[in-house]
C-alpha cells in the first residue's frame, strides 16, 4: 500500500491560466474522489469516480472544472481559466467500492491564484 | 440531502486529560456511516474511527472512542488520554448510501497543553 500520491504539491499560477492536477489512487481502489478545501474549513465535495465512470459531480463544479479517470487508474482534475476563487486545496482520496469503505486521502495540492 | 454540524470551532485539553468532539448530523437515511477524520498541520487527513449506525455498540479505536446517540442524530468523539500528538484539525463526516459522497463537517482545532 503506497498510499495516494498528488502532484504537485503546491501550484501558482496566474489568473486566467488553466492548471492540471494528478491523483494516483491506491492500486487496488475502486473509487477516486476529489474534494476542495479552504483555510479552516471541512473538504467540499466535487466529484467522483468508480473505475472509470464519473458518477456524480457537484454543483460547485463549475463548466471551468472538468475531471477525469482514464482506464480507471490515476485521475486528473482540470480548471480553466482560473480565477482567484479557486485558490484552494485540492485533496484526492480514494476507497474500496463496499459501502461504508474509509477514504484515504493524499497530502492534497495546493493551488494559489495570483 | 445530508447535513454535518460542528459548532465548536476550537478546543484545548491539558496533556493526559480527556477531551470530547461534538458533531450533529442530519439525514433521511436510516442506515448510514459515521466516521471521525483527523488532520494534522500539513499533513494528510487520516481515520480515526468508524461508526456503522445499525450497530447500538458505540465504537473504539485505543484512546479513541465514540458516543452514538442515533434518535438525537449525534455523533461524538472522545480522546482520554490525550497526547500532544492528537492536536489538529478533527472532521465528523456522514456517508449514507453505497453510490454517494462522504459528507464533512467544518471541523474543530484541537489544541493541547503541556
Known amino acids: 500500500d503506497t498510499g495516494v500520491s498528488q502532484d504537485p504539491r503546491h501550484k501558482i499560477t496566474k489568473r486566467g491560466q488553466n492548471v492540471t492536477f494528478r491523483c494516483d489512487p491506491i492500486?487496488?481502489?475502486?473509487?477516486l474522489y476529489w474534494y476542495r478545501q479552504t483555510l479552516g474549513q471541512g473538504p467540499e465535495f466535487l466529484t467522483y469516480?468508480?473505475?472509470?465512470?464519473?458518477?456524480?459531480k457537484s454543483r460547485l463544479l463549475s463548466d471551468r472544472f472538468s475531471a477525469e479517470r482514464p482506464k480507471g487508474s490515476f485521475s486528473t482534475l482540470e480548471i480553466q481559466r482560473t480565477e482567484q476563487g479557486d485558490s484552494a486545496m485540492y485533496l484526492c482520496?480514494?476507497?474500496?467500492?463496499?459501502?461504508?469503505?474509509?477514504?484515504?486521502f493524499g497530502n492534497g495540492t495546493r493551488l494559489t491564484v495570483t | 440531502a445530508q447535513t454535518v454540524t460542528q459548532s465548536q470551532p476550537e478546543m484545548s485539553v491539558q496533556e493526559a486529560e480527556t477531551v470530547t468532539l461534538s458533531c450533529t448530523y442530519d439525514?433521511?437515511?436510516?442506515?448510514?456511516?459515521l466516521f471521525w477524520y483527523k488532520q494534522p498541520p500539513s499533513r494528510q487527513m487520516i481515520l480515526v474511527i468508524r461508526?456503522?449506525?445499525?450497530?447500538?455498540q458505540n465504537a473504539t479505536e485505543n484512546r479513541f472512542s465514540v458516543n452514538f446517540q442515533k434518535a438525537a442524530k449525534s455523533f461524538s468523539l472522545k480522546i482520554s488520554d490525550s497526547q500532544l500528538g492528537d492536536a489538529a484539525m478533527y472532521f465528523c463526516?456522514?456517508?449514507?448510501?453505497?453510490?454517494?459522497?462522504?459528507?464533512f463537517g467544518k471541523g474543530i482545532t484541537l489544541s493541547v497543553r503541556p
Open positions: 482520496a480514494s476507497s474500496q467500492p463496499t459501502w461504508g469503505s474509509p477514504l484515504h
Open positions: 439525514t433521511s437515511e436510516s442506515d448510514y456511516y
Open positions: 492500486s487496488e481502489h475502486n473509487r
Open positions: 461508526q456503522e449506525a445499525y450497530k447500538q
Open positions: 469516480f468508480q473505475n472509470e465512470a464519473q458518477l456524480e
Open positions: 463526516a456522514l456517508h449514507t448510501g453505497a453510490n454517494s459522497k462522504l459528507t
